[in-house]
Structures are given as structure tokens and as C-alpha cells.
T-cell receptor, first 113, second 111 residues
Framework: KNQVEQSPQSLIILEGKNCTLQ??????????LRWYKQDTGRGPVSLTIMTFSENTKSNGRYTATLDADTKQSSLHITASQLSDSASYICVVSARGGYNKLIFGAGTRLAVHP | NAGVTQTPKFRVLKTGQSMTLLCAQD?????MYWYRQDPGMGLRLIHY???????AKGEVPDGYNVSRLKKQNFLLGLESAAPSQTSVYFCASSYGQETQYFGPGTRLLVL
């Protein structure tokens, strides 16, 4: 069964600190992996996308990694800001006639001053 | 560009009532999607469309119908609302199977 699991479920950090969010998936055949940021009361917004051959992708203070062998991805946030408070969703695409997206439940991050 | 817009933003229904959620996009995307998001769960695909006049079932289509009469609009209908349909509904669109762009969501409460 195609699944995407994220950890931790929630996380509280102080402003300026770094943090790493984890994503494990069992999706086959794998097409790509995306990280989305979802602010409270808003729709998700894409942060990064990685294909099978990519193992690192950065977007400002966000750096995503992908290990296709172990089927794990992480999202590292550097020098956190209050505006980073949001849910971060890992989404894996399964290759097919229609590339089905499997969404993780998300990690809710709270950055405190 | 407004991107993806959804109406209404919030709605309360009684069990058995019907309603239609409207999604509009101004990015000329071929693909459009309807998802629901429930606490502790990932977004689940209800229905999707790969072009004007076409629709297909997603992961959780029961109790919902859709129509794509115009390329820029994708309508989600609930014929007889049930409390289990209380959720936040998101519409999204994409150019082919590239990154999906999401609307702001519609919060629906069924009593």
C-alpha cells in the first residue's frame, strides 16, 4: 500500500534555531517527492520538488534531501523565523497514466520568539 | 493573477441539504482537482479533471459529483450532505502533472 509517514507530528522551536522534519514513504513506482508549506487557514504552497536522481534541493533557508534507496526524505529549516510556523507536508508522486499524489499528514511547526 | 479561488470560504449545512463549491483558476491549467483535508490525515483526492468536459474519480469520490464545463472552472457538488462530509475542501490546478497550485480552501460544517 502506498503510504507517506511524517515525523514528528508537531514541533516547537525557538526563533533562530534549526530543525529537521522527516518523511518516510512506501510508494511505487516512485516519480518525485515534493515538500509543501501550509499556513493556517490557507492552501499548501510548493517548496521543493525532487526526482529519483536528485538528493538535495534548496529553496532559501529550506533544504530538502532525498535518499531513494531507504525511501526517506528530510526538510531542514535553517535560522527559523516566526513566519516559518506552519504545517509542512511531504507529498510523493507515484508514476502512472495519472501520477497519483500521496500526501503525508504533515508536521505542525511552531516557532516561538 | 488571482491564481486559484474558491467560493464560499465557509458554509454550514444541515444533513440532507445540497450545495455546490466553485473553484476557478486563471492560469490556463488543464488539470484541476478537488481534495478534502481532515485532522490528522493527509489530503485525499475526491475527483479530478484532465481537461474541459472530462472528470475522473479519485480516492474518496462517494457522495460527491463534479463538473468541468469550462476550462477555468471546476465545480464540486454534494447532493445530500452528511456529517461525515464535514471537512476543509481544497481545489488545485496544474499544468499537466507538474506542481499543483492550491486555493485557500472552503470550510464545510454539516450538522
Amino acid at each position: 500500500k502506498n503510504q507517506v509517514e511524517q515525523s514528528p507530528q508537531s514541533l516547537i522551536i525557538l526563533e533562530g534555531k534549526n530543525c529537521t522534519l522527516q518523511c518516510n514513504y512506501t510508494v511505487s513506482p516512485f516519480s518525485n517527492l515534493r515538500w509543501y508549506k501550509q499556513d493556517t487557514g490557507r492552501g499548501p504552497v510548493s517548496l521543493t520538488i525532487m526526482t529519483f536522481s536528485e538528493n538535495t534541493k534548496s529553496n532559501g533557508r529550506y533544504t530538502a534531501t532525498l535518499d531513494a534507496d531507504t525511501k526517506q526524505s528530510s526538510l531542514h529549516i535553517t535560522a527559523s523565523q516566526l513566519s516559518d510556523s506552519a504545517s509542512y507536508i511531504c507529498v510523493v508522486s507515484a508514476r502512472g497514466g495519472y501520477n497519483k499524489l500521496i500526501f503525508g499528514a504533515g508536521t505542525r511547526l511552531a516557532v516561538h520568539p | 493573477n488571482a491564481g486559484v479561488t474558491q467560493t464560499p470560504k465557509f458554509r454550514v449545512l444541515k444533513t440532507g441539504q445540497s450545495m455546490t463549491l466553485l473553484c476557478a483558476q486563471d492560469m490556463n491549467h488543464e488539470y484541476m482537482y478537488w481534495y478534502r483535508q481532515d485532522p490528522g490525515m493527509g489530503l485525499r483526492l475526491i475527483h479530478y479533471s484532465v481537461g474541459e468536459g472530462t472528470t475522473a474519480k479519485g480516492e474518496v469520490p462517494d457522495g460527491y459529483n463534479v463538473s468541468r464545463l469550462k476550462k477555468q472552472n471546476f465545480l464540486l457538488g454534494l447532493e445530500s450532505a452528511a456529517p461525515s462530509q464535514t471537512s476543509v475542501y481544497f481545489c488545485a490546478s496544474s499544468y499537466g502533472q507538474e506542481t499543483q497550485y492550491f486555493g485557500p480552501g472552503t470550510r464545510l460544517l454539516v450538522l
